[in-house]
């Protein structure tokens, strides 16, 4: 992206992400957040766009780092990961950001168990991205670049 001030784009991991790659292989494959996370910096560098990113296991971390970034990120691609079905603090404050926010799942939700197929996040964000493996973090960065290319 061209302009000013540089784009820059949060990404939100949440509880057990960490464990990718070696969690339930069957249904995440073996790619690990790390892996992700280099694939991501990779795309941000050809959109010319940067990237903070946190994983935790805890949601009052999770919404610290937006309540951190109001004001300086102009997106965010967030996946609640065991957040998703009661995550209200992190629903509460991704309403509360002034830029668009993409929910991505590596896995179809509504594919699995039924107490998963309902996201709490889901209203709260511009648009949720799911069953694509690693592919659904990075759609979901180019949404968010075109988005942002589009507003401006």
Avoid: C
Avoid at 31 to 43: E, P
Avoid at 65 to 88: K, S, Y
Avoid at 104 to 110: D, L, P, R, W, Y
């Amino acid at each position: 992206m061209q302009g000013g001030d540089p784009v820059k784009f949060l990404v939100l991991h949440g509880p057990n992400l960490n464990l990718f790659g070696r969690r339930e292989p069957h249904i995440y494959g073996h790619t690990t957040l790390a892996q992700i996370d280099a694939r991501l910096a990779a795309l941000a560098g050809e959109l010319g766009v940067q990237l903070e990113t946190i994983q935790s296991n805890h949601e009052g971390a999770l919404v610290d780092f937006l309540h951190r970034n109001i004001d300086e990120a102009q997106g965010a691609l967030v996946n609640p990961a065991g957040l998703t079905q009661h995550g209200v603090s992190l629903h509460d404050a991704i309403k509360a950001m002034p830029f668009p926010v993409i929910e991505v799942h590596m896995s179809n939700i509504a594919a699995r168990e039924s107490w998963r197929a309902h996201s709490i996040i889901s209203p709260a964000v511009k648009a949720t991205i799911q069953g694509l493996g690693p592919q659904s973090y990075l759609m979901g960065l180019r949404g968010l670049a075109e988005l942002v290319r589009e507003a401006k």
